[in-house]
Every structure is written in C-alpha cells, then in structure tokens.
C-alpha cells in the first residue's frame, strides 16, 4: 500500500480546521454583500499586520536549506496589503487601523517560530494555501460587491507575479514533499499548522463582532 506523501498527511490533518474557518460567520456576511467597505477593511487591516510579520520571517529565513524553498519573493502581501488599505481608508489609513487581541496572538507567534524554519513553513502553508485557492473566490465576490478592480481594493488576493496557480500550488505541494526533515520535525510541523489554523479562525471570530453590529444596524 502506497504511503500518503507529506502534502497529503498535511492537508487531512487540517482538514477540520479549514472548514472552520470558512464557516465564520463574518466571511458569510462579506461575501453576502452584507458589511460597509470600512467592516471590509477591518479584516484587510488584521491581514496586514499578520504579513509584515510573516513576509519578515520569509526574509530571516531566505538562506535556510528548509525554509528557503518556501521563501517566494512574488507572493509577499504587505505591498497589496497597504494599497488596498489606502483605497479604503484613505492616505491616513496606517493611524486608522490597529491589530486585534487574536491578531497580536497570531503575530507574536510568527515572530516566535521566525527562527525555526518547520514553524515558518507551517504559518507560510496556512495563510497562502488558502489565499491561493478559496481567496480567489473571495476576491471575485468582493469586485462585484464593492467594484474593486486592479490597483487597491482587493490586491492582496492577485497574485499576477506567480503565473499559472494550479501550477504554483503543484509545484508547492512537491516542495512540501521533498521537506529535508525526518518524521518527528513533520509531527511538529503538522502540530504547528493546526495552531495555525486556530489562531487565523480566532483572528476571523473576533471579526465576527462587527458584522453582527453591521446586520444588527
């Protein structure tokens, strides 16, 4: 019987808790077209205090035989991230927003694992497997909500730099495969993406409180 590669155990083992961040209740009123642009930025702004973080962990890790195969220049957000912003909020939208309990949360443990390269991997794994696949979904729904088009708005969602995405994530999931590690440090990569993922849901539930002002408006 032909064992499971490492992309495989990793997605199924997470399986659980990616379905529970889709199930949010604040991704189902944005997509709904039920919040104002300003609840919308709300989340675009946890979003960015998450990726300077993890696009300076990205940077640290560069040299890393481990980390480095994950280290995609192309794909960091925080550029996207601060135009999107400015399109929201206005030139002054760097003193508008601030980061949440659960973003701090989140935030404090990228910086914490910026050292280990499984941990980066982890955190890098669950936040851009996501964009890349069901962001995409978001992105288009929020163009017709909100008429964002390229240029601010919704750029953290294109990823026009990195070509075919089926392909990239192909070629991710070969890199996830071929992770120089033996079981063990996997073990502990798949407890950290699971951590991950709780701490990005958590992030998403305290979002939850401004869609339910919102709808409740």
């Known amino acids: 019987m032909t064992q499971p590669s490492f992309s495989e155990v990793l997605k199924n083992s997470t399986w659980s808790d990616h379905e529970s961040a889709e199930g949010d209740g604040y991704l189902k009123a944005l997509m709904a077209g039920r919040?104002?642009?300003e609840?919308?930025?709300e989340m675009v702004a946890q979003h960015y205090f998450a990726y300077v973080a993890l696009d300076a962990a990205s940077r640290a890790l560069a040299d890393d035989p481990v980390a480095a195969p994950?280290?995609?220049p192309e794909l960091y957000r925080e550029e996207a991230l601060a135009r999107d912003l400015e399109t929201i909020y206005g030139a002054d939208w760097a003193d508008r927003i601030e980061p949440s309990l659960p973003t701090r949360t989140l935030v404090a443990r990228i910086n914490q694992v910026a050292s280990w390269p499984g941990g980066y991997v982890a955190h890098h794994y669950t936040r851009y497997l996501g964009d890349l696949s069901g962001g995409q979904?978001?992105?288009m729904a929020l163009e017709k909500i909100y008429g964002?088009?390229?240029g601010g708005g919704v750029d953290f969602y294109r990823f026009?730099?990195?070509g075919s995405l089926p392909r990239f994530k192909q070629e991710y999931r070969a890199r996830l495969d071929a992770l120089p590690v033996d079981e063990?440090?996997?073990r502990r990569i798949i407890r950290e993406t699971k951590l991950a993922y709780q701490l990005n849901t958590e992030v998403l539930g305290d979002l939850g409180r401004i869609a339910r002002?919102?709808?409740a408006a």
């Open 160 to 162: 026009d730099a990195v």
């Open 148 to 150: 964002y088009g390229p």
């Open 184 to 186: 063990a440090e996997k």
């Open 39 to 41: 609840a919308y930025g």
């Open 137 to 139: 979904f978001i992105r």
């Open 35 to 37: 919040l104002s642009r």
């Open 213 to 215: 002002a919102e709808v």
């Open 70 to 72: 994950f280290v995609f």
